[in-house]
C-alpha cells in the first residue's frame, strides 16, 4: 500500500513538472519600451560617470543629479555631454517610465545562463532573478514584423569575457532591453547588444563593445575602453503581398506568380520566392531603393498598390514598415474571329442593350493585429452622388455590378482602425469612368493602423493599522502619512491622516514611490503588503497595490526607584562574608557523602 502510494505522488510530481515545462514554453508577447527623450542618449547616469583608456561614444551622454564625469578627455563623444541640466533630468525622468514599463510587462521564467540558446520575441525573467551570458546568446526575430526582446533582472546581469550575442531573423538593437533591478557588468572584450535600463550602476569592463545603451537610474556608468554605438539598426521590413483575382474564368493562384526584390538588379536575400497572399512574405532589408518585379502569367494583367509606384519601385529608411501588394486579374477570353460585346436583356425581351461591368473586390490586411474581413465594409457604387448600387465587401473575386456607361465613385463607410487605399481600373479616390462594354475592376484594400497603447493610473490603497498590546492609546488618524516621490510630495494636500482598512485610495502615474510618515513617540513602525521594508513601492501603469504601515506600541519598562533613609544612610542590604562560607561548608559535605554512596553501591 506504502509503496502504491509513493507511485501516486511520484505521478503526481512528473505531472506537475510537466505542466510546468508546458507554462514556460508558452510565449508571452513583449510590448517595445519607450524610452522618451532618454532614447538620444547612449550613456546616461545618475550618480557619476567614469572612463579609462579611449572610448567612442556613439550619441548622447548625460548626467543627473552627479556632476563629475572623469575621464572624459579621452572618450569620443559624437552627441552632446548633458551634466545636471534640465536636458538631462528629462532624460531621468522618461528613464524611469521606461524602466516601470519593463519591469511590468508579463513574463516568462527562464534559467538564469542565457549563453548557448537561442530565443524568440517574448518577455523573459529570471528563475534566480539574476541573467549570465556565457558564450553565445542567439536572438532570433522570427520574421517577426516587429520583434521585441525584454528580459527581466531582479537583481544582476553579468556577462562573460568574450560573450556575444548575435542576432538573425531580423531581431534588432532598438528593441532589446534588458532591465536590471541592481547592478549590470560587461566581461572583458564581450559583444553585447541591447538596451541596459538599470536601477543602479553598470560596468563595461575592458574593450566590450555595446551595441545600444547603457542607462542607470541611480548610480554611476564606468567605462574602460569601450565601443558604444546607438545608430539605428532597425532593418526595413517590405511585406509583399501577392493578390489574385479571377473573374473571368482565370484558375491562377498566388503560388504560381514567382516575385523578385531587387536593388541594383541583383536579388535580395529570399529572392526570387512564390507569391502569397495576405499576410504575404516579409524581407528585412537595409535602408535603399528596390524593385519588386514577377514573372509574367499569361491571361492575367499586373497592377500595383500600397507604398510603391505603379512600376514596384520603393524607397526604404532604416526602420519603415511597408507594404507592397501586386494584384493580378485575370483578363477577358477573346476569340480572334469574333468580337464578343457585353449586353443586358431589357425589360424588353426583344431588345438588347450594352452595359459596362464592374467588378468590385474589398482587401483586406491585418498585419497590426486586426481581426475585420472583407464583409464588415459597406461598399458603394455612386453616380453623381446618387447610389446606384450597395453591399457588403467580399475578398477575390468580389462583387459585379452591370452599369450603365458613366462616371462612378467608389466608396465605403469608414471603419475604425484601418486606412482605405485603392487599386485596379480606378483613380486613388475611386473614380472611374466606363464605357459601353467595359469590363473593370477595382480592388479596395484596407490596411490596419498600428495600435497606440494608452497608459492607465496605478491604484495604491495605503492603510494605517495600530496595535495597542502594551497599554497604548494612539489611533490611526493620529499618524500622518506622505506619498512621495524621489523626495517631493505627490498628493494634493501635505500629507494625509492614517486610516484603517479600507483605508485611503490614491490614483497615480507610474512610478517609484516612496511611504513615509511623522514619527510618533512609544510606536515602533513596520511595512508590510506591496512594499519593502523601507516604504520604497514601484507602481506600473493599470497596477493596483495595498501597502500596510503597522505601528505597534513599545513595551514600558518601569524606572527604577532609590529609597533614601533618613540621615541620609542606605540600608545594609548586603549578605554578610560568612553566610557564603557556610553555604561553602555545606556543598562540599554534599558532595562527600553522594561521593561515598556512589562508590559503595
Not at 538599470?198 to 563593445?209: D, F, L, R, V, Y
Not at 486613388?428 to 497608459?455: F, P, Q
Request: glycine share 10%; proline share 3%; net charge negative.
Amino acid at each position: 500500500m506504502v509503496k502504491y502510494m509513493k507511485k501516486i505522488k511520484m505521478k503526481k510530481v512528473i505531472s506537475m513538472v510537466m505542466l510546468i515545462m508546458l507554462v514556460s514554453m508558452i510565449s508571452i508577447p513583449a510590448f517595445a519600451v519607450n524610452l522618451g527623450t532618454a532614447d538620444s542618449f547612449s550613456v546616461l547616469a545618475g550618480s557619476t560617470i567614469t572612463n579609462t583608456g579611449t572610448t567612442i561614444i556613439d550619441g548622447d551622454v548625460g548626467l543627473h543629479p552627479g556632476t563629475v564625469f572623469s575621464g572624459q578627455g579621452t572618450a569620443t563623444v559624437s552627441g552632446v555631454v548633458h551634466i545636471a541640466n534640465a536636458v538631462a533630468l528629462q532624460a531621468k525622468n522618461d528613464l524611469l517610465d521606461a524602466y516601470i514599463d519593463a519591469v511590468g510587462q508579463a513574463s516568462n521564467t527562464i534559467g538564469a545562463e542565457l549563453g548557448g540558446s537561442t530565443l524568440t520575441p517574448g518577455v523573459y525573467n529570471s528563475l534566480d532573478t539574476s541573467f549570465q551570458i556565457t558564450g553565445t546568446l542567439t536572438l532570433d526575430g522570427d520574421n517577426d514584423l516587429n520583434p521585441v526582446f525584454i528580459f527581466q533582472a531582479g537583481s544582476a546581469l553579468t556577462t562573460a569575457s568574450g560573450s556575444k550575442v548575435e542576432l538573425i531573423n531580423g531581431a534588432n538593437s532598438d528593441n532589446i532591453f534588458w532591465q536590471v533591478g541592481s547592478s549590470a557588468t560587461l566581461g572583458t572584450n564581450s559583444d553585447f547588444v541591447g538596451n541596459i535600463l538599470s536601477s543602479e550602476s553598470i560596468t563595461a569592463t575592458t574593450g566590450a563593445k555595446i551595441k545600444g545603451q547603457l542607462l542607470a537610474l541611480n548610480g554611476a556608468v564606468t567605462l574602460d575602453s569601450n565601443t558604444i554605438s546607438e545608430e539605428t539598426t532597425t532593418p526595413a521590413a517590405l511585406h509583399i503581398i501577392k493578390h489574385v483575382v479571377n473573374d473571368n474564368g482565370g484558375t491562377a493562384d498566388a503560388s504560381d506568380f514567382n516575385l523578385y526584390v531587387k536593388s541594383d538588379g541583383i536579388n535580395v536575400s529570399g529572392s526570387p520566392a512564390q507569391g502569397a497572399e495576405s499576410p504575404g512574405t516579409t524581407y528585412y532589408l537595409d535602408a535603399g531603393s528596390y524593385t519588386i518585379t514577377e514573372d509574367s502569367v499569361a491571361g492575367y494583367t499586373l497592377s500595383y498598390s500600397g507604398h510603391s509606384d505603379g512600376s514596384g519601385n520603393i524607397d526604404l529608411a532604416l526602420g519603415d514598415k511597408k507594404t507592397v501588394t501586386l494584384t493580378n486579374n485575370d483578363t477577358e477570353a477573346t476569340e480572334a474571329t469574333e468580337t464578343t460585346t457585353s449586353t443586358r436583356r431589357s425589360t424588353n425581351d426583344n431588345e438588347t442593350t450594352e452595359f459596362a461591368t464592374l467588378h468590385i473586390i474589398k482587401h483586406v490586411v491585418n498585419d497590426n493585429d486586426g481581426t475585420a474581413v472583407a464583409s464588415d465594409f459597406n461598399l458603394y457604387v455612386k453616380s453623381d452622388g446618387i447610389d446606384v448600387a450597395q453591399s457588403p465587401g467580399a475578398e477575390s473575386p468580389g462583387t459585379s455590378y452591370e452599369l450603365d456607361a458613366g462616371t462612378y465613385t467608389i466608396t465605403e463607410e469608414s471603419f475604425e482602425g484601418y486606412t482605405v487605399s485603392y487599386s485596379g481600373d480606378s483613380d486613388a479616390s475611386g473614380n472611374i469612368d466606363l464605357a459601353l462594354g467595359d469590363e473593370k475592376t477595382v480592388t479596395l484594400t484596407n490596411d490596419d493602423n498600428e495600435v497606440n497603447v494608452t497608459t492607465e493610473p496605478a491604484t495604491l490603497h495605503i492603510i494605517k493599522h495600530v496595535v495597542n498590546d502594551d497599554d497604548g492609546t494612539a489611533v490611526a488618524s493620529d499618524f500622518n502619512l506622505y506619498v512621495k516621490t524621489y523626495g517631493s510630495e505627490v498628493l494634493d494636500v501635505a500629507q494625509d491622516p492614517g486610516a484603517e482598512a479600507p483605508g485611503t485610495t490614491y490614483e497615480l502615474d507610474s512610478g517609484i514611490y516612496t511611504i513615509t510618515e511623522d514619527s510618533f513617540e512609544g510606536y515602533t513602525l513596520t511595512y508590510s503588503g506591496d512594499i519593502d521594508s523601507s516604504g520604497n513601492i514601484v507602481l506600473a501603469p493599470g497596477v493596483e497595490k495595498t501597502v500596510i504601515l503597522i505601528n505597534d506600541d513599545n513595551t514600558v519598562i518601569p524606572t527604577s526607584v532609590n529609597t533614601t533613609v533618613e540621615g541620609g544612610q542606605l540600608p545594609d542590604t548586603s549578605t554578610p562574608w560568612y553566610n557564603f562560607l557556610l553555604m561553602g561548608v555545606v556543598l562540599i559535605m554534599a558532595s562527600v557523602v553522594g561521593l561515598f554512596k556512589y562508590k559503595k553501591a
